[in-house]
């Protein structure tokens, strides 16, 4: 597990975390710096097509088409999380975060987006500590931080996505992917 958090990395949320809007959670940090961070939950798509709520984006989104509960911050909002593809980081509407993935701005005309994004997932609200909020957490347990893969980003069947992560950690990390919510039932 990593001590400096940056983008990219992922927060997996321990047994530990019992706030309901991150059980069993993997978070995406999309931005830290000294005023806190920034991130969105990967793992829990909503039942709303992205097709209904910014039309034509639902054209463009991964499967599922569906817009995926970034978190409990802003949840009006949405936050367009997308791959460039390659020579496409300097898009218009794009910022890049890390690797090939960035923000894409969606009140950027859709045509001048076309070609230059490979895979878009859209998050109503997101995730966000203020000034070593995170770094506390991660301190009393509530957090492993792994590094992130691109497919954790951008995969169809979300709900499995934290033991996924949890399976390719070295050493005792990994053990946690098959340990149950209630020790106690085991």
Known sequence: MSSELS???LLLASPDLL?????????LLLDVNDDG??????????ALPVSEVLGEWGEVVEEPEVLF???PVATDGALAVALAA????DAAGFRPVWDRIGLLDLDTPRELVDGSV???????????WGAGQLQA??????????PGQVDDVFGGDTRDLRR??????????????????DPELN
């Not at 996924?164 to 919510?181: I, K, W």
Request: net charge negative; aromatic share 8%.
């Open 7 to 9: 983008a990219g990395d």
């Open 19 to 27: 706030d309901p809007n991150f059980v069993d959670t993997v978070v």
């Open 37 to 46: 961070a920034l991130g969105v939950v990967l793992n829990r798509p909503t």
């Open 69 to 71: 509960q970034g978190g």
């Open 86 to 89: 390659p020579g496409g980081e």
């Open 118 to 128: 490979d895979r878009l997932r859209i998050f109503a609200g997101y995730s966000g």
């Open 137 to 146: 957490e991660i301190a009393e347990g509530s957090w492993y931080v792994v």
């Open 164 to 181: 996924q992560v949890l399976r390719r950690q070295p050493g005792d990390l990994a053990l946690h992917a098959t340990r149950p919510s």
